[in-house]
T-cell receptor
Framework: KQEVTQIPAALSVPEGENLVLNCSFT??????LQWFRQDPGKGLTSLLL?????REQTSGRLNASLDKSSGRSTLYIAASQPGDSATYLC??????????????FGKGTHLIIQP | NAGVTQTPKFRVLKTGQSMTLLCAQD?????MYWYRQDPGMGLRLIHY???????AKGEVPDGYNVSRLKKQNFLLGLESAAPSQTSVYFC??????????FGSGTRLTVV
């Protein structure tokens, strides 16, 4: 069964900075990895999905990379804005496979962007 | 485009009471999931379903039951609520096990 670790647990940076959030997982036999965003008191919003055959995915100011062999993924946020303040969660399929049996989540990085 | 709708949004139960949480999705997704989110523990899978009429146990199924009688609905039941079941419950759906859509959550307090 997978275990997912996210570092740092919390991060506070001034507006405009570029930043990197880290995610590591124990079983490299994954089909995909997903990054989610959670705003306080709200549900999760999917940000990026990286298939195992891909090394990175981009959406606007967000770029996620995947290195299966080392069991790591990073989420890069460019030119951060106060609206980026949220908790960012990384998730991989719970068991070897595509995720039909559920996802294992990291505990998240709580990000605050100071105006 | 409602996506995934959870009812109720908030509930306070007394120990020993029962209740059912309803999750409804309008995206014709095959897979549906119930997670709980607790401080310091992250999100943990309770039960899931890979299609109408099917259910399976996740990481933390004890004290919960589920049913998927219709493809669009996934019900989570607590037969005898305990304070340890105080949590935020999230439902999610997915067409093929990727591309999850989450509901906005149900905040449950058991006193």
């Amino acid at each position: 069964k997978q275990e997912v670790t996210q570092i740092p647990a919390a991060l506070s940076v001034p507006e405009g900075e570029n930043l990197v959030l880290n995610c590591s997982f124990t079983d490299s036999a994954i089909y995909n990895l997903q990054w989610f965003r959670q705003d306080p008191g709200k549900g999760l919003t999917s940000l990026l999905l990286i298939q195992s055959s891909q090394r990175e995915q981009t959406s606007g100011r967000l770029n996620a990379s995947l290195d299966k062999s080392s069991g790591r993924s990073t989420l890069y946020i460019a030119a951060s804005q106060p609206g980026d303040s949220a908790t960012y969660l990384c998730a991989v399929p719970m068991y070897s496979g595509g995720g039909a049996d559920g996802l294992t989540f990291g505990k998240g990085t709580h990000l605050i962007i100071q105006p | 485009n409602a996506g995934v709708t959870q009812t109720p949004k908030f509930r306070v139960l007394k120990t020993g009471q029962s209740m059912t949480l309803l999750c409804a999705q309008d995206m014709n997704h095959e897979y549906m999931y119930w997670y709980r989110q607790d401080p310091g523990m992250g999100l943990r899978l309770i039960h899931y379903s890979v299609g109408e009429g099917t259910t399976a146990k996740g990481e933390v199924p004890d004290g919960y039951n589920v049913s998927r009688l219709k493809k669009q609905n996934f019900l989570l039941g607590l037969e005898s609520a305990a304070p340890s079941q105080t949590s935020v419950y999230f439902c999610a759906s997915s067409p093929i096990g990727v591309g999850y859509t989450f509901g906005s959550g149900t905040r449950l307090t058991v006193v």
